[in-house]
């Protein structure tokens, strides 16, 4: 069924992972085969930050193909040699498991979308996102589980979103979790508790305009369908309300951008949203009790309505 | 055609008892006499006493802990409890079959007072999705909004939101009544098949969608109409119940009750006789 979770300070910066791993770890009853978080974090705004793996978590529970380690150190090599040849200088490298890295590059993007595709071109390669401020930190396991192996409770930020994963219509694996980056946009991510019953029309629809899809989880429509409808000059709002009659199905989602946090709920309100909304900070989740890990304290919440679209700003 | 009132030959469950009520249509169907309601109770209820107030914080307990901590306590003779941070703790207070004051100091997850049948409550806070599903009698009275499938299936007893509530309100109700303070999401009264359900505020798309039966009382706007759903002429008896109720409620007692729209069945989906199946059977 999954669980969706996000946050936004307004005016103020916070620890956001730490915030975020509460809240979804409020919801892991609702799926736990995966967790992902997408944290805009204070950053300087120089360079961009690249989350991308040369391969998947092959542990217990996965439906990923067992591969050998030592390919993963093949492919990070030839991803260093694409960097290179595209004039792009690693700033600040990590490599916190063999399959999951994090890059800091110096380079001035003119293309996101090229860029993403000979990136993406060398076999095994996914970036997870790609942006000044966002990153996508995306594995298998609950909430805690990602948090303590990325190390994220320590992220210091501004709004993020989340997502507790009950895999059903596709793998077991990293590529099929959430959030999913709004490809080919720089800090744009979503994620998604419900089920696109279009998703093959429209994909196909949208692949022919040259947008690309990483996995076969249907989640991942919605954000290269705004991605695209921003692509065509929408605002992320605007593309928000044309999802409402451009997706089939049952959905509640969350996108966010570099400085803003945006919801939307399908026309028949079939999944649950609950939302916190003061000056200050706007906090939802599928569930009351997610709320409640960052804000224990009796508060007035409320379930926005059916095709309902909201957007707030940092 | 058989006569039913002439069907003499009793079945096998008949015979042990079983199906022996009289029979004169599905709404005057009679369960049990209420002249022997004293003799009719349910197993594992208490004997308590509304005089007799304690206060239990759940802050620490789940869900079971707190639902076996208020059995206790009602065991105890204790008739007015005080549930202190609920924090949004899902399917708390569910299965109370018993006579009981129950107030929670906050709000409620999911499947909040689900099947119970007889308290008095009062939520000092907001409720999640299916709150007070399948509620048989009592009253649920919620000071905040409320989520999506708000009093499903209830058959009984009044459950009150004072502020807005989430889609699907009053799903497959087979009686009782719902009151909403505020607004209703799309599909409310989606396949109710009686009892009654009043709006003060707004209402969303296909309103009352398939119904079978009962009536829905609207204050506010209503986004469209759902299958089947057609407009009914408010009555003088219709104003006066609703006034009634809404005192009751606590809610909306200056509210124009004249002003309001009745929603009933228009009964074209009706494709269905209204034998029981034993009945059915006698008829062939």
Known sequence: ?314 | MANLKTVSKKSKAQSMGMHTEVLTGRTQQKFFNPDEAENFYYFGTYDVDFNKRTDLDVKDMTAPEANKEIDNLMSQGYGTIVIKNPQGKHSLGVGILNKLNLIFEGSLGYFGMGSCDGPIVRINGRVGWSCAENLMAGKVVIEKNAGSCFGAAIRGGDLICKGSVGARTGIDMKGGTIIIGGDAGAFTGFMMQRGRIIILGDVGINLGDSMYDGTIFVGGEIGSYGSDAVDSELTSSDQDWLKRKLKVAEIGENFDVSKMKKIVAGKKLWNYDNLEPTEKKGAI
């Open chain 1, 1 to 314: 069924m999954c669980g969706i979770a996000g946050l936004i300070h307004r005016g103020k910066s916070s620890n956001v992972g730490s915030e975020l791993q509460g809240m979804l770890q409020a919801l892991k009853h609702r799926g736990e085969d995966s967790t992902g978080y997408a944290l805009y974090g204070d950053t300087d705004g120089k360079n961009f930050i690249m989350r991308f793996k040369v391969g998947e978590n092959v542990g217990e529970g996965s439906s990923s193909i067992m591969e050998d380690v030592s390919v993963y150190d093949e492919r990070k090599k030839v991803v260093d040699q694409t960097l290179a040849e595209m004039g792009a200088k690693v700033i600040k490298e990590e490599r916190t498991l063999p399959y999951s890295l994090r890059y800091e590059i110096d380079y001035d993007v003119k293309d996101l979308l090229e860029f993403s595709q000979r990136i993406e071109s060398i076999p095994g390669v996914e970036i997870l996102s790609m942006g000044k401020s966002l990153e996508v930190i995306k594995d298998l396991g609950n909430a805690k589980m990602v948090c303590d192996r990325y190390s994220l409770d320590k992220v210091v930020g501004t709004h993020a979103i989340g997502h507790a994963r009950m895999a059903t219509e596709s793998g077991v694996d990293i590529k099929s979790a959430h959030p999913f980056w709004g490809y080919p946009f720089s800090d744009v991510s979503v994620v998604h508790n419900g089920q696109l019953t279009n998703y093959w029309n429209n994909r196909r629809v949208l692949e022919n305009k040259g947008m690309r899809f990483m996995s076969e989880c249907d989640s991942e429509l919605i954000a290269v369908y705004i991605a695209e409808k921003m692509r065509d000059g929408a605002t992320l709002e605007e593309g928000m309300k044309a999802s409402l009659t451009g997706l089939d199905g049952v959905f509640t989602y969350f996108v966010a951008t570099k400085d803003s946090l945006g919801m939307a709920k399908d026309t028949m309100a079939a999944k649950p949203l609950v939302l916190y909304e003061s000056d200050d900070l706007v906090a939802m989740g599928s569930e009351e009790i997610a709320i409640r890990s960052v804000l224990p304290q009796e508060i007035d919440t409320y379930d926005p309505f059916d095709g309902e679209v909201k957007v707030w700003q940092i």
